[in-house]
């Protein structure tokens, strides 16, 4: 939290629950990037005085009382579509009569919430959200070791219209995930070039990259059967297989992903294949798949380049340089969070993490 910032009374209350439950000044200061110090004096003021309110300030009375502050909070947090009101329309909603700059340096000072851009996270049906909890609460209780023997693959398609614009919400800080402060997003169709890839502790497979015909619609199972589990993938496991002993292969619900893909998983179970595939796999759960964070980090060093490539052809040589580029310890990094992946999911309930 920058240096100066008032801390809001909903922190407060969670430093001194917190407290509470026995957790150290120090603990409770890493969880929310406050002083040590700092804490302690919220602490101290409680045992004090018995409340985390904001202490009275010196200067020009609020237009507000507690009354209205109060409903004010409630309005703005209701639901998704009062989170992103102007305050224009707040103050018409709410029957106020203050101006617009009175408004905003009343939650400033007194609510705390923040105009801030909404997160674009996957729209989650019921149905997926108590499969993602499901999948969550049968491996809670996996160790790092556990997760270093699982594959994680997937396809990523670098766009061009990358832009779409942003959507400001009011929130607290901690609300980023918060389900009606988040931008529900779909998978685009416009594509340049697409790619395949998987990663494990450690490791990464090769780039593959997956052409596409004149005309040519989504990729087909048979094309991914054909060019990516007979090929890198299959490679990719032998290499796991003989380093590891055994591992889990990791594949989303893709349609091309079925099929003849399914067959072929069949096929290679004969063989020792074990795996996480269409069905077992929670659906619409790029948050919980760490490759998905590579991605990222790959189309960031694209964008970064100082001649960003200008034709396919140059942006495959890119995208394949960047992917061998790639430091194992971010890997790593990001095999190590699956553990913490799997209690946020159980704690969200099944809802959008912040991965």
């Known amino acids: 939290m920058p ?26 200061g890493k969880e929310f990037e406050l002083n040590e110090d700092t804490v302690r004096k919220i602490w101290n003021r409680w045992q004090e005085t018995g409340t985390c309110e904001n202490a009275s300030k010196s200067g020009r009375p609020t237009k507000l009382d507690k009354h209205d502050i109060r409903r004010l909070k409630t309005y703005m947090t209701d639901n998704k579509e009062s989170r992103r009101e102007p305050l224009s329309e707040i103050v018409v909603n709410c029957n106020l009569e203050v101006s617009t700059k009175t408004l905003k340096r009343t ?71 918060h389900p009606d402060c988040i931008r529900q997003t779909v998978i685009s169709g416009f594509q340049k070039v697409k790619i395949w890839g998987a990663m494990r502790y450690d490791k990464l497979s090769k780039l593959v990259v997956i052409p ?59 063989d020792g294949w074990e795996g996480w595939g269409p069905g077992t796999w929670p659906s619409n759960s790029p948050d919980l798949n760490p490759i998905e964070n590579l991605w990222y980090i790959l189309k960031s060093q694209i964008r970064k380049r100082k001649h960003p490539p200008k034709t396919k052809e140059a942006l495959i040589q890119a995208l394949k340089e960047e992917w061998g580029k790639i430091p194992m310890e971010k890997v790593k990094k990001l095999i190590d969070s699956m553990p913490k992946r799997m209690k946020l999911v159980i704690a969200a309930k099944g809802g959008a993490i912040k991965y």
């Not at 240096?3 to 409770?28: D, K, L, W, Y």
């Not at 090929?231 to 099929?259: I, K, N, T």
Request: hydrophobic share 35%; net charge negative; aromatic share 10%.
């Open 3 to 28: 240096r100066g910032e008032e801390i809001p009374e909903a922190i407060r209350n969670q430093i001194v629950g917190m407290r509470r439950a026995g957790s150290t000044f120090v603990q409770i």
């Open 107 to 177: 939650i400033d000072e007194h609510i705390g919430l923040g105009r801030r851009i909404a997160r674009k996270k996957c729209f989650l049906t019921k149905k997926q959200k108590e499969a993602r909890l499901k999948f969550a609460k049968e491996h809670v209780n996996w160790t790092i070791e556990d997760w270093k023997r699982v594959v994680f693959s997937d396809e990523m398609a670098m766009q061009t219209d990358s832009n779409q614009g942003r959507v400001w919400v009011w929130r607290y800080p901690e609300e980023e995930y």
């Open 212 to 270: 596409e015909e004149k005309g040519e619609g989504k990729m087909s199972a048979e094309k991914y059967r054909d060019l990516i589990m007979d090929g890198e993938f299959f490679d990719f496991w032998m290499e796991s297989m003989e380093e590891l002993g055994c591992v889990m292969m990791m594949e989303d619900g893709a349609p091309y992903h079925q099929g003849v893909a399914t067959q072929r998983r069949e096929q290679l179970e004969q």
